[in-house]
């Protein structure tokens, strides 16, 4: 799965406040070897009782988009250690008519089903007489309502069209069926769904046979699966569009052909040809990596009317969000590039996932960490010379504010409960988890690594397999078990390693360098930086008099000095290839050594640079004079470092105290980026790569903000304008794609009642989703305070989805130059907005203490949120990281805008 941001949420519709013990009482009226686990009285919290396993399911659904509702009878072979008069498994919503057992003899057990008030919707079937041990079959009769929330078998319109898709991971296939809804459990579905004639039906299996029913409805019947885990199963139902892109080709991996299709909501079918064009090559790529075939038969692409996520991975019917799957000529390069890579990532996972499954949920990082790791592995084979040598390395740089709070998780977390399931999908997950393979893959080398995951694949197809699997794997196949320490350092404690590392020369012919290793801590943080270390696969790269050379050593303990023969360097870069998961601090001699030798830096040296300059500045350690000197050299340097730190040059602008001091950033600004923005924006596109490409809108975007760019500033907001139609007609040629945003901004915030009035009417009749919740967040974070506060008001209208609502509000918060107004309003509304917003974003609302920097503030916005915290169910990790978030970035300006302004201004 992919998620859209980062997010974690609890789910919908359960019963969070039942805390059971993890220690449970078995039955009095039954002999000792039938009581625990599986004949306990109280509903189990986290796994199910071991002694039952499903081994085949048999679907049989009609499901109509056009009704609120659907019925299905499930037959759920299973296979019991002992005999058992009650059985636990999951049911969400359910209303269950029928419940029975047919036992090998042929005979019949009729069952009671109890839905229960647990956590998660653990239900139970109970018998009067006991299933015996061996094989049965349990059949149940059911009906259920669709889900509004995008969970399970959900429901979703588009301009007036009903459709159904689905959404499982994590924990919502108990919402399609009854089932033993985790991971460890696999298993071959067969589907059968009938539904109103002129709908699509596409699921995990191939289509057998299509039949018209005695009513006229249509009935679809599907090939078996390979055996999957129930989180994979998918079901859309409703008038799609259909491309059909043939067979994937057999190939030197695989011998049979894939069919392959697309599918979209009526009407768009056509941007699905650029994800479909590629889809061979990445499938072709990734199956020579792992050396095996594509694991499911056939291949469908899914973009479903609305989706909670980027895109998720279900066996062979991979559903995506709109804006990760279709494209068209007005995609720009920025989104056309996520959504190849959540492509690539979806893809990945039929393997890593789908084909070897992690036992439970504390091991869904490494599932997202790798899927996330190969999709930027898959985009630089299919798409070389793009940049994505970097993603691996940008994407875990984007973790470390998250894992620079005290109250980071750790990758590898305990899950007893379903709320820590939700929040396992982050960006420690994600981007640290696909960081510190990328880290692990230097240290071993590509070749040993790929033999790691190849052996892996083979040791555990259509099986699960857990962390220490997955090391053992990689240990025997790369032929290095001394790994497995140092990656266990990594993902069983939070935090990064800082590095300080300095050199010196005790005598002419002979250098030292010292290193010793913390967890980084901003200015103002609480964590103790000596309380814990990593075992890190060191590798720091230098010159001097013979030449240069990177010396690599596992470092284990609190200090190391490596003797070099030869005499000092004249630097050094303590993270070579910019591979490590860590920073690093020099003393000021040091930093300034490097800076002069920034050009002998490669790209991911530099930015590795970057990132670790701006760091450093921010835990107190370097001196805003340095600083800049080394934003002002970088700022010539690769695409992804020039860009790096042109975020924090966005916060010290806001952080700078007075005019004097903003002006003399936006003239360090200039000199820095200026001459840059001048080459890039003299040459013709196709003549820039596509680094290029991103640095020149990225810069474009920052010179407007915090440089000086008065008449591109007027000629944008005046193609806003025009984009939007506030004379003429809407005129989508008035913006090159990248600089829609940018120029709706700049003009939004020009105050002009005129503008925003036409944007709102043109978010509103937009059929791209995506471009009508951008505009009207847009409007909500820079137009004036008055229309912003009617704009308020009119979301919460039928005209808008609730979760539109939501998102508007959240916007308003960040809107400078609307001042409190937009914050009362907020806490006035509350009660009303949380009603109307989907479940899964009402946690995710306390993140909006983040958008605050000053103590006053987030006080009163933690204090609002926690007399509110019932309607928010699920919050207190986002409160935790929101409130930490702000309150670093109130110490920050506290401690270090007074000195930066002196830098600035008296350089
Ligand atoms: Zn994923």
């Known amino acids: 799965m992919l998620t859209k941001s980062f997010r974690s949420f609890l789910l919908a519709g359960i019963a969070s406040s039942l805390v059971l013990s993890a220690c449970t009482r078995g039955d009095d009226n039954v002999t000792f070897d039938q009581v625990p686990p599986v004949l306990q009285d109280v509903a189990p919290v ?28 499930v037959e759920i072979d299973v296979t019991l250690t002992e005999p058992h008069a009650r059985i636990w498994l999951h049911s969400v919503d359910h209303d269950v008519s029928a419940v029975k057992a047919i036992l090998q003899d042929g005979n019949e057990l009729e069952a009671t089903f109890t839905r229960s008030k647990a956590e998660g919707g653990v239900s139970r079937l109970d018998f009067a007489t006991p299933v015996p041990k061996g094989n049965s079959t349990l059949v149940i009769d059911y009906t259920a309502p669709y889900n509004f929330g995008l969970a399970g078998l959900y429901k979703a319109e588009q301009n007036g069209r009903p459709y159904l898709a689905t959404q499982m991971e994590p924990i919502d296939a108990r919402r399609l069926v009854p089932s033993f809804d985790e991971p460890r459990f696999k ?91 590629i889809t061979d090559e990445m499938v072709t790529w990734q199956e020579a990596y792992f050396d095996y075939p594509y694991p499911y038969g056939k291949l469908d692409l899914i973009a479903a009317p609305d989706f909670a996520y980027g895109a998720m991975e ?8 709109e804006s990760r799957l279709l494209m068209d000529e007005r995609t720009s390069l920025a989104r056309k590039r996520q959504a190849m890579t959540t492509h690539a990532h979806e893809l990945g996972h039929q393997w890593f996932g789908n084909l070897v499954t992690p036992r439970w949920w504390n091991d869904i990082w490494l599932n997202e960490a790798f899927a996330t790791w190969i999709s930027y592995k898959t985009m630089d084979a299919v798409y070389p010379n793009t940049g994505f040598d970097l993603a691996a390395q940008r994407a875990a740089i984007g973790a470390m504010d998250n894992d620079s709070l005290s109250s980071a998780r750790q990758i590898r977390n305990p899950i007893a409960r379903n709320a820590d399931i939700l929040d396992a999908f982050d960006s420690i997950t994600y981007r640290k988890g696909g960081g510190v393979l990328s880290m692990f893959e230097n240290y071993l080398g590509e070749d040993a690594f790929r033999d790691g995951i190849r052996l892996h694949m083979r040791r555990f197809e259509d099986g699960v397999a857990d962390v220490d699997d997955f090391m053992t794997s990689i240990a025997d196949g790369s032929k290095n078990p001394d790994v497995v320490e140092s990656f266990n350092s990594f993902i069983m404690q939070p935090g990064i390693p800082n590095l300080e590392v300095n050199f010196s020369c005790p005598a002419i012919d002979a250098g030292l360098i010292t290193v010793s290793q913390s967890r980084y801590a901003p200015l103002g943080s609480s964590i103790d930086p000596n309380g814990q270390s990593w075992i890190i696969p060191l590798a720091i ?48 001699p040091a930093w300034q050594s490097l800076i002069v030798n920034y050009d002998a830096l490669a790209p991911a040296e530099q930015l590795s640079f970057a990132d670790s300059a701006t760091a450093a500045f ?43 001091a903003k002006d003399a950033l936006r003239d360090f600004v200039m000199s820095a980026y200026g001459a840059r923005w001048d080459q890039l924006s003299a040459r013709p596109t196709e003549t820039l ?4 490409q991103l640095l020149k809108t990225a810069l474009n975007t920052s010179l407007l903000e915090i440089g000086r760019m008065p008449e591109e500033r007027a000629r944008l907001a005046a193609a806003a304008a025009a984009y939007v139609g506030v004379i003429n007609a809407p ?51 820079h137009g004036a305070e008055a229309d912003v506060v009617a704009l308020m008001d009119l979301v919460r209208t039928d005209a808008f989805q609730g979760q539109e609502a939501w998102s508007v509000y959240l916007a308003a918060l960040k809107n400078e130059s609307a001042g409190d107004a937009t914050w009362e309003k907020f806490k006035t509304d509350f009660d009303l907005v949380i009603a109307q917003t989907p479940e899964i974003r ?52 506290a401690e270090k805008s007074n000195e930066l302004a002196a830098a600035l201004i008296a350089p």
């Open 46 to 73: 986290g796994q199910l009782p071991d002694g039952i396993t499903p081994t085949a399911y048999r679907l049989d659904l009609y499901a109509d988009p056009a009704e609120d509702a659907f019925s299905g009878q």
């Open 187 to 277: 298993s071959p579905w067969t589907l059968r769904v009938a539904t109103r004639a002129g709908n699509q039906v596409i699921t995990n299996g191939a289509l057998k046979a299509q039949t018209t029913l005695d009513d006229g409805s249509i009935q679809f019947q599907f090939a078996t699966t390979r055996e999957i885990q129930s989180y994979l199963v998918a079901l859309a139902v409703g008038p799609y569009d259909l491309r059909d892109g043939g067979v994937l080709p057999p190939n030197g991996i695989r011998a049979q052909a894939v069919p392959f299709r697309g599918f979209a909501p009526a009407g768009k079918g056509d941007q699905l040809e650029l994800a479909m064009a």
């Open 314 to 321: 279900n066996a062979g019917a991979i559903i995506y969000r």
């Open 541 to 588: 790269k230098m010159n001097g008099a013979n030449g240069e050379r990177t010396v690599r050593e596992i470092f284990t303990g609190q200090a190391l000095n490596i003797p070099l023969d030869g005499g000092c360097p004249d630097w050094i870069l303590p993270n070579a290839d910019g591979a490590g998961y860590w920073r690093f601090d020099l003393n000021e």
């Open 618 to 660: 921010a835990s107190g350690n370097l001196s805003a004079s340095t600083l800049l000197d080394a934003i002002a050299v970088n700022a010539n340097g690769n695409w992804a470092a020039a860009r790096d730190p042109l975020a924090n040059l966005k916060s010290y602008m806001k952080a700078l105290p007075g005019t004097d």
């Open 689 to 692: 790569s596509q680094g290029e």
């Open 731 to 781: 005129d989508p040629a008035a913006l090159t794609p990248d600089l829609v945003q940018t120029a709706m901004a700049i003009a939004a915030k020009g105050g002009d009642g005129a503008f925003f009035q036409s944007a709102l009417r043109f978010a509103q009749s937009t059929p791209d989703q995506r471009q009508r919740r951008q505009t009207l967040n847009t409007l909500a974070e």
């Open 842 to 893: 009402k946690p995710q609302t306390a993140r909006l203490v983040a958008s605050f920097c000053s103590t006053a503030k987030i006080d009163d916005a933690i204090a609002f949120l926690e007399l509110k915290s019932d309607l928010i169910p699920g919050y207190e990790r986002q409160l935790a990281q929101a409130a930490e978030t702000a309150g670093l970035c109130a110490a920050f300006r």
